[in-house]
Nanobody
């Protein structure tokens, strides 16, 4: 499994920006072609926010146009740039990896299929 550690969360006002980072170890991220960002708000299930598969990006409708997922192979890190943040974006954010890209082929924003998860980083957006 890929070991993942998220960072970059914090508290911001609505309209602000944050960049989340997900550092990978035990794998070089350049060989992990399928990764994603997920979030879980209190009392709700975990939902997919953004995914990157073989260089192509997929976004949930709720964040399209505001969030950008990217990989920096040289730094072995996955990023999530979040702009125009809203109070409803408040959640714990997790990165995940599917090294084989097979389980997540049908639903890249679905939780099942990703077998490596970080511990999460909290994002709080105030109005």
């Amino acid at each position: 499994q890929v070991q993942l550690v998220e960072s970059g969360g914090g508290s911001v006002q609505a309209g602000g920006s944050l960049r989340l980072s997900c550092a990978a170890s035990r794998y070089t991220i350049s060989s992990v072609y399928c990764m994603g960002w997920f979030r879980q708000a209190p009392g709700k299930g975990r939902e997919g926010v953004a995914a990157i598969r073989h260089g192509s990006t997929i976004y949930a409708d709720s964040v399209k146009g505001r969030f950008t997922i990217s990989k920096d192979d040289a730094k072995n890190t996955l990023y999530l740039q979040m702009n125009s943040l809203k109070p409803e974006d408040t959640a714990m954010y997790y990165c995940a990896a599917d090294p084989s890209c097979v389980p997540t082929a049908i639903r890249p924003l679905g939780v099942p299929g990703y077998n490596s998860w970080g511990q999460g980083t909290q994002v709080t957006v105030s109005s």
